[in-house]
């Protein structure tokens, strides 16, 4: 089996998005491919965090995971920072990476612009993020679109450090799902929607009650007309609530269109949200049980535990090549 693995930091709620563009092919590829899956806390401190609120998200996050289908019987599910063998590797990786390559990349740019001072971490994301794949020898790594330049990197890194070292990593490959892998913002359909944007109206949260998720339904922004259409360039606003329905009800581009010629956006919108609400429904009950259990916290445990043993091997091997002196 190939293995796959995949993180989500846990910075804002997670919201429908990253349910449908990530978490909703997690549960997929556990069925066929070796999967680690990891709430990657590490990466969220590049910016700064309220202590109690980092402690709060990672478990959500974790929990979110488990509630949505994702089974730790048959998937690594663990933090970040329960494997110390993340965070050395990562120093490793940027005494290999170049200060040009790391000024290249995209997130880096939009993140410090129009900023005074940047901390050295939001820099250094990227080989932190490339040892997370390299630790385990991954196969295939979802990624979003904004995240293909960091597995290039990874990719790179990897190379960089074979030839001058010796066979070590796998090369890793992107897994980019044709279907569902770009939920746009409710109030900007030519945005991909995020837990980072200030406006709460503009996401769904996987934890937003049915009346909040009507009520931001019932606002999103819609283009000018009255026709339920799937034309992303003339149309982006109702091509995501499209979108969005075709995911949350099962059907059909086409068989929404039919089933709202002629009817505008009320009607169309109406029974969005009541798709919506009914598809987070089980989600929302299952995470309330996982959270009053507290069997999280075992998960985790075990799930760092099955995954050390992996990434302290491959830790090892780099280090022994690179000439350190081991403990005996």
Partial sequence: MKRVLSGIQPSGQLTLGNYIGAIQNFVKLQETHECYFMVVDLHAITVPQEPAALREQTESVAALFIAAGIDPAKASVFAQSHVPAHAELGWLFTTLSYMGELERMTQFKDKSSGKESVGTGLFVYPTLMAADILLYNAD???????????????????????????DTFTIPDPYIPKVGARIMSLDDGTKKMSKSNPNPGSYIALLDPPDVIRKKISRATTDSGREVRFDPAEKPEVSNLMSIYAHCADMTLDDIAARYDGQGYGAFKKDLAEHVVAKLEP???????????GEIHDILKRGAEQVSAVANETLRAAKERMGFLLPR
Avoid at 144 to 166: I, M, P, S, V
Avoid at 283 to 293: E, P
Wanted: charge should be positive; hydrophobic fraction near 30%.
């Fill in 283 to 293: 989600l929302q009950r299952r995470y309330a049980d996982i959270r009053g259990s």
């Fill in 140 to 166: 295939l790594v979802p990624v979003g679109d904004d995240q293909k330049q960091h597995l290039e990197l990874t990719r790179d890194l990897a190379q960089r450090f074979n030839q001058r070292f010796g």
